[in-house]
């Protein structure tokens, strides 16, 4: 079996305020899979992300890659666009912080935003956006930079059962394109099933992995899977997961 994307073993995150995040916390990253991490609030799942996107430490255990950090994509619960700024713009600050010219960024620019099908809007201020669509533009840029993972938390959090669902079908037939690794947090376990190669389970005080479960349903899912004994069957196993993960941490 080829060696994980990124593994961490015996992760520990202590706040100056003594609060723990996480204690003991072993995961591995495979390649190429779109991995869900699910729990309640306060488990430490975006402390994970952050942990894999360098933005935070660890206080103990190792972050290991396999061979070099490779580029990485960040996708926040808030879109975090610029609000004076076009879409086009918006998308090419990652690349603008690289040293790269707008000429130069012109074609990634425009080829992100093609993906997320937003090509029309490249001209509109987030003011003149849907909230789905403010979102899609912070998964341009996300993409502009070609990642080889693709780290979202909760992206879809604030949005109506509509344009959550309609996300959902878009960001899966994005990543079988791409062939990229994705970390997703979500609270959801619908969301999460629904996407996912495979979900890990936390618990929280003090944050660590419970369970992990693949998820066994075919690539390109598509929304008739929704409807499909499969996908209920592992939306129940999820949530009987999630249930143990929380019982675990009224216990403690």
């Not at 961490?8 to 995040?21: D, K, M, Q, S, Y």
């Not at 090419?92 to 790269?100: E, Q, Y």
């Not at 005080?205 to 690539?219: F, K």
Request: glycine share 10%; aromatic share 4%; charged share 25%.
């Amino acid at each position: 079996m080829a060696p994980p994307l990124v593994a961490l073993r015996g992760i520990g995150r202590r706040f100056p305020n003594e609060t723990v995040a996480l204690d003991g916390l072993d995961l591995d990253v495979r390649r190429g899979e779109f991995l869900s991490l699910i729990g309640p609030s306060g488990c430490g799942k975006s402390t994970v992300l952050r942990l894999l996107a360098g933005l935070d430490r660890p206080s103990a255990g190792t972050v290991a890659w396999d061979g070099a950090r490779p580029e990485i994509g960040f996708v926040f619960q808030d879109a975090t666009l610029m609000p004076w700024a076009t879409a086009a713009d918006n998308v090419f600050l990652p690349l603008r912080l690289r040293g790269i010219g707008r000429r130069d960024a012109a074609p990634r620019i425009g080829e992100a935003l093609e993906r997320v099908g937003l090509a029309r809007f490249a001209g509109h201020r987030p003011a003149e956006l849907s909230g789905g669509m403010r979102m899609r533009v912070s998964i341009a840029r996300a993409l502009v930079v070609r990642p080889r993972l693709l780290l979202m938390d909760e992206p879809f959090a604030a949005l109506d059962e509509i344009t959550r669902l309609k996300l959902n079908d878009d960001l899966a037939e994005l990543v079988a394109a791409l062939g990229t690794t994705v970390v997703f947090v979500t609270h959801s376990v619908t969301e999460s099933v629904y996407l996912s190669d495979r979900l890990v389970v936390m618990a929280a005080r003090p944050g660590r992995a419970v369970a992990s479960l693949d998820v066994p349903a075919p690539p390109g899912r598509g929304e008739d899977i929704r409807l499909t004994p499969l996908y209920v069957e592992a939306c129940r196993a999820a949530s009987a997961a999630l249930r143990g993960a929380m019982a675990a941490e009224d216990v403690l």
